[in-house]
């Protein structure tokens, strides 16, 4: 792509269009968690759960299904205007019909071992937290958190689970802690308004706390990826000691009057110079995204409940708002039916419903804090970070090294945004190079290397 | 060619199913003390979902709306085919009446036209008098819509200057707001001087001049402004999506009657203006929207044609030459967009520009319509600025 390209299409287009606004300001606030310190010995034992949908849901379910009602669509409009028609009837057939929501439900409680658990977020309450923990044989095993976002929930765990816990003398292992975020899956959600990033951050935290992994690594992408950066602002260097993620997002240049933001934002407009072919693809693609793929953020940022109340009542307006993502932002992944329907039903079967699902984007859009910024404060804690091809919100390699303390970056040829689901071996190898010996961040948890202490 | 008149009759498999989704209809809770600024209130809702199911009869409504002349006409679009047009008409008696086209919006909808039409064709010794024709969008109301991409503004303006041609109005005048704003203004580009002799909009925009001094703002001026700026950055979510991902929306509105009220109750709240809306008249709006013909998102494409490159659209508007017939201004404080008057004078060649009211939004044919009429009644009376700009048809 020509320089003048560049400077005349895609920086009008930064200036103008923003990838959302700058923080205002840093959030440092003193870890509170020291009441939760406790060695694995004065840990709560764990209180097993398992998804057990009713059969009364589980019909009223297939009765709306029963009466969808479907709208129309242009001659060949295909995949323009949202999800196509035969692709959402043929899911509403199969869904009514032979979907056997039990089965997969039995699998996933199979392969996710699940968990609740009362988690005291203050100035809030308590909220019951639904997790996945899945422990390694190996004591030495590094304790790692994964976060998900949205439309994603816990079953993005499952395909990277069996790997990240796997023992074997050439990787590092894993304790996996994979919870639903408050509002999401079987987690409780908040009932008053203001529950901010931070909230989320240190309801995971104290999670991790509370399983008797005072210190921790994070993996995350989406929401997860930018709640993972929260805990590692809020708690980093004490508890979390290394964070991954495969979400390279952060705001585009500011052109403010604080000079030093002008210094930042003008090296930054030169590094567009240059960009490697991948992360000139990328950049158009996030570009893409923000033009034409950013309605639901818009919405969902501004008027949750509005779009809420479709998204209780109306499984087949649920599936659509949905898997347009699931289609739209992977990489050619070759979903099937089963896979689409179980991730749907999730949110559909989920405890708060798919409305409370929403409430993140429109508290942390008030707060101004949708998009990390160059500008904050940096997590100095070791930062790894993962680029895959089809990520639709893949920013330049040197405008996210700002954002961190980056000691491990790769770059993928496939996956795209669900990279733990579409790609779980490359997202896994990144992992087991970053922590592994050897690794920019082998042995950041101290005794737990991953390995056997030998 | 005679006119084809039309009743609304909706099939009762239709009203059964929609009783049954009803009865289903699950709702979300919603956050302490949130109010409307998470969306539309949860206590509203409930309310409205209540009386529809209950204390709400489709039937009587339908009936009354049955008393409005309605008609359909066979319109032919270039490139698109023929789509079945459903519009309000109603002739004065006064037979020098001057033809006016009204063009509503979204989420308007033929009603929205409804109370104008006695007022503008009354025979009144000091005012002139109109023949009407209120438009549905096609897409909208019971007007058949487009079916292959590509049906932009140009097309929405052709067929409404085909409809007035075809009822006998070679040479009238239009009113519009919010998409009939853009349409009507595309009808003075294409058709001006040799069919649209003028042009009236209640949707007014504008930009500062070149030496604006933000000082100057009175008090009033400045909070409308900065409601205006509130509006763009927390009420537009709707506006993105259905510009982009119409169709995905599609499926929660045509399938969810609680989700389709939300959507647009939502507006007919936040863009009206001291509006008092009775359920019924909410629940008769948002049951047209339900039982449209070519359910809701007929309605939300006409987003996705004119501003799928959104940026692109706003240049577009913006740089397209103003058109050239006289063109009236009405302004009213609840509306979206508010902006100090003289910014207007921009929109065209502006002969009329109305005070600002002391009430109205985004809907003021609906809302005010004595003051909307008012506005047409001085813009095309004797001695108003637009006076005999039909010639023949003075409206006296």
């Not at chain 1, 009008?12 to 606030?29: Q, R, V």
């Not at chain 2, 294409?190 to 649209?196: D, E, F, N, V």
């Not at chain 2, 809306?277 to 047209?288: F, G, K, P």
């Not at chain 2, 508010?338 to 609906?366: I, Q, T």
Request: hydrophobic share 40%; charged share 20%; net charge negative.
């Amino acid at each position: 792509m020509a320089r003048d390209v560049i400077k005349s299409e895609i920086c009008p287009k930064l200036l103008t269009g923003s990838f959302g606004n700058p923080s205002a300001g840093a959030l440092l606030t003193s870890p509170s968690s020291s009441a939760y310190l406790s060695s694995p010995l004065e840990m709560d034992p764990e209180t097993p759960f398992t998804l057990n949908i009713s059969a009364t849901q589980i019909a009223d379910l297939k009765h709306r299904l029963e009466l969808t009602r479907f709208p129309d669509e242009l001659d060949e409009a295909e995949w323009a205007y949202g999800a196509p028609l035969a692709d959402i009837q043929r899911l509403v057939s199969y869904w009514q019909t032979d979907f056997d929501w039990n089965k997969q439900q039995a699998v996933l409680n199979e392969e996710l071992p699940q968990f609740t658990r009362n988690i005291d977020v203050d100035d809030v309450g308590t909220l019951e937290v639904h997790y996945v923990h899945k422990k390694s044989e190996l004591e030495e095993a590094i304790p790692m958190l994964f976060v998900h976002g949205w439309p994603g929930s816990f079953i993005e765990a499952r395909k990277i689970l069996p790997l990240l816990t796997a023992t074997h003398p050439d990787v590092p292992s894993f304790h996996v802690v994979a919870p639903s975020l408050p509002g999401y899956g079987s987690s409780e959600a908040p009932t008053k308004k203001g529950f901010s990033l931070d909230q989320f951050a240190e309801t995971c935290h104290k999670l991790m706390l509370s399983l008797g992994y005072s210190e921790y690594v994070t993996q995350g992408g989406d929401w997860g990826g930018l709640i993972t950066r929260r805990i590692a602002i809020k708690y980093g260097g004490k508890h979390s000691k290394a964070w991954h993620t495969n979400f390279p997002v952060c705001n585009a240049p500011q052109f403010t009057l604080n000079p030093f933001h002008l210094i930042t934002s003008f090296s930054m407009i030169l590094d567009l110079l240059w960009l490697s072919d991948f992360e000139k693809q990328a950049l158009q693609r996030a570009l893409e995204t923000e033009r034409i793929g950013t309605g639901y953020l818009r919405l969902q940022s501004t008027k949750p409940q509005t779009i809420g109340y479709a998204l209780a009542d109306s499984p087949v307006g649920l599936l659509a708002w949905i898997y347009e993502k699931l289609v739209g932002w992977t990489d050619g992944y070759k979903w099937t039916d089963d896979e689409i329907l179980t991730w749907i039903s999730i949110y559909w079967f989920s405890r708060a419903g798919p409305a409370a699902s929403l409430r993140i984007y429109y508290e942390v859009n008030a707060q101004n804090e949708l998009v990390p910024s160059v500008h904050d404060v940096r997590p100095t804690i070791p930062m790894g970070l993962s680029y895959f091809p089809k990520e639709v919100a893949s920013l330049p390699r040197s405008w996210l090294r700002r954002t961190g303390n980056v000691v491990f970056d790769s770059q993928h040829d496939k996956g795209g945004h669900f990279a733990a689901y579409e790609v779980p071996e490359s997202l896994v190898g990144d992992l087991r190079k970053m922590f592994g010996k050897g690794g920019p961040a082998y042995g950041v948890v101290a005794g737990s290397t991953g390995f056997k202490l030998s | 060619m005679a006119e084809t008149p039309f009743k609304i009759s909706i099939p009762q498999a239709l009203l059964d199913r929609l009783q049954q989704k009803l009865a289903l209809t699950t709702l979300p809770n919603e956050l302490d003390g949130s109010g409307w600024d998470y969306g539309a209130p949860l206590a509203d809702v409930k309310r409205l979902v209540a009386r529809w199911m209950d204390g709400y009869d489709w039937r009587h409504h339908e009936a009354q709306l049955n008393q409005l002349p309605q008609f359909t006409r066979p319109i032919s679009v270039d490139g698109h085919g023929t789509l079945d047009i459903h519009y309000i008409h109603r002739k004065s008696e006064v037979e020098g009446a001057i033809p006016l086209l009204f063009v509503h919006g979204w989420p308007g909808i033929f009603l929205e036209g409804s109370r104008i039409v006695p007022l503008l064709t009354a025979k009144l010794d000091d005012h002139p008098s109109f023949h009407v024709v209120v438009l549905s969008l096609p897409g909208f109301g019971f007007s058949e819509g487009a079916k292959k991409p590509g049906f932009n503004i140009a097309q929405y303006a052709e067929i409404g200057n085909k409809l007035m041609l075809a009822l006998g109005y070679n040479e009238y005048v239009t009113q519009g707001g919010d998409w009939g704003l853009a349409v009507t203004r595309r009808i003075a580009q294409l058709y001006g001087g040799k069919h649209s002799k003028a042009w009236h909009t209640n949707m007014v925009f504008g930009e500062p001049p070149a030496d604006f001094d933000p000082t100057t703002l009175t008090p009033e001026q400045q909070a409308a402004l900065a409601r205006t700026e509130g509006l763009m950055k927390k009420g537009m979510g709707y506006r993105h999506q259905q510009s982009t991902k119409p169709q995905t929306l599609a499926y929660a509105m045509t399938d969810s009657p609680v989700g389709l009220l939300a959507w647009i109750y939502e507006k007919l709240v936040a863009w009206t203006d001291r509006y008092n809306w009775t359920d019924i008249e909410v629940l008769t709006w948002i049951s047209i929207f339900y039982f449209s013909r070519e359910g809701p998102v007929g309605s939300f494409r006409i987003y996705y044609e004119a501003m799928g490159n959104e940026t692109m659209a706003m240049q577009a508007f913006r740089e397209a030459p103003a058109p050239e017939i006289p063109l009236g201004l009405s302004h009213f404080p609840g509306d979206l967009v508010v902006v100090p008057k003289s910014w207007s004078r921009m929109m065209g060649n502006v002969v009329f520009d109305s005070e600002v009211h002391d009430a109205g939004g985004h809907f003021p044919a609906y809302e005010q319509p004595e003051a909307l009429a008012g506005d047409l009644r001085q813009m095309f009376g004797k001695g108003g600025p637009a006076y005999g700009v039909v010639p023949g048809k003075s409206g006296y």
